[in-house]
Structure formats: C-alpha cells, structure tokens
C-alpha cells in the first residue's frame, strides 16, 4: 500500500556517532511530522513541515537534533553525536495539510539503539 | 502545561465484552481528537476522530465521546475481539495554528478469550 515508509526499521550505533533516518510520507501530504516514542511512552513531538512554511522545531529536544524536507516528498531526521538517552522509536507521520480534522497517518518507526 | 493523560495503564476484558477506554486533557482549546490503536512493532494506527463541536461520533464497533465541560474523551469498542489487544492513545490537537499532537501515556487493552 501508499502508507508512510521508514527506514531503516533498525538501527544500532555506538555513543558519538551521527545517525540519519529517512521518512517517505503518503503522496500528495503536504504535511510532515516527527515524533519520539520512548519505550512504553506516548508520542512526544519533535518537529513538523508544512509546504513551503519555515518548519516547527519546537519540540526538537537539543541542537544535536535536526531535520530537512525536499518540497513535500521525502524528509530526514539526523541525530548528531548520538547519546545512550537519543534511543527511542523515531515515528514519522504525515496528513493532507497541516491543520485540524486531518487525522496523521503514521508510517511503523525507527527503533534506534545507541550502545 | 498541557497534557493529555489515560485514568488506567492496563485494562482486562473478556472476548465478546465491550471495552471503554478513558482519556483526560487539560487544553479546553483543543478543538480536535484522536485516537489510535498501536500494535507491537508498529506504528500508531487511526482508529476515529471527532471534533470539538461534537460530543459523540461512531464508527464500526467503535464510538468516541466527547465532555468538553469535564474535558474527558473516551473511546467505546463493542465486542471486543482479540484482535484488538493492543497500547490506545487519545491524542489532542492542542491549537490550529500548529500540526502537532499530544499523547497520553496510554492504555493496554488485553482480550481474554
């Protein structure tokens, strides 16, 4: 099916090593988010992509986060100099626009584990 | 701050029984919610909506409701299958000037055939 695509599904690394994770949403979302979901933790907000809009990186935890979009295709989340605490499940999920009554449709995640 | 949170971790229910999972939030701006269902492994799945101008809406075997006055949101699911043992987030769509959600913590629903 056309759902959002993660990749990788898995990614181990050691401490201090930068991590790049990749989300392709559902064609014709203009809207694009990342989320972090801690082990047995709701989702908590990292950032968002609306169209052409400057992104909202208000919920990127420190400046070793950070995030791109090309147009309204393809996004990826790099995690700089990676700490034990980064690992967690990197959801990504995108909508048709940005704004209430969209529901977010989610792709399956990145569970990263930093050793 | 804002927050959105479940009363029960974990709920039990017999196979054939009706669930009903609650959610509280503190925003009395939200103006929209959702819930999903999220299997191990994968990610969160839709399951309904509803707006803040409503305070009921159904689905097949699922029902929201919606008290704005108490700011509580529950989900319904008739007969309850074991295929729908899985973690239910209510989340809150906090302001229509931003994209992002609030989730709670969660709930566990077991199925016991």
């Known amino acids: 099916g056309a759902g959002v695509s993660q990749s990788p599904s898995n990614k181990v690394t050691e401490k201090g090593k930068d991590v790049e994770l990749r989300c392709d949403p559902i064609?014709?979302?203009?809207?694009l988010y990342w989320y972090r979901q801690r082990l047995g933790q709701g989702l908590e907000f990292l950032i968002y992509f609306q169209g052409n809009s400057a992104p909202d990186k208000s919920g990127l935890p420190s400046d070793r986060f950070s995030a791109e979009r090309t147009g309204e295709s393809v996004s990826t989340l790099t995690i700089q100099r990676t700490q034990q605490e980064d690992s967690a499940v990197y959801l990504c999920?995108?909508?048709?626009?940005?704004?209430?009554?969209?529901?977010?449709?989610f792709g399956d995640g990145t569970r990263l584990s930093i050793l | 701050g804002e927050s959105v949170g479940l009363h029960l971790p974990t709920l039990s229910v017999q196979e054939g029984d009706n669930s009903i999972i609650n959610c509280a939030y503190s925003n009395s701006a939200s103006d929209y919610f959702i819930w999903y269902k999220q299997e191990s492994g994968k990610g969160p799945q839709f399951i309904i909506d509803?707006?803040?101008?409503?305070d009921k809406r159904q689905g097949q075997r699922v029902t929201v409701l919606l008290n704005k006055t108490v700011k509580h949101l529950s989900l319904q699911i008739a007969a309850t299958q074991p295929g729908d043992s899985a973690v239910y987030f209510c989340?809150?769509?906090?302001?229509?000037?931003?994209?992002?959600?609030?989730f709670g913590q969660g709930t566990t629903l077991q199925v016991k055939p």
């Open positions: 064609s014709g979302h203009t809207a």
């Open positions: 999920a995108s909508s048709l626009v940005s704004v209430s009554n969209q529901p977010q449709h």
């Open positions: 509803i707006r803040s101008n409503m």
């Open positions: 989340a809150e769509h906090g302001s229509s000037n931003t994209g992002k959600l609030i």
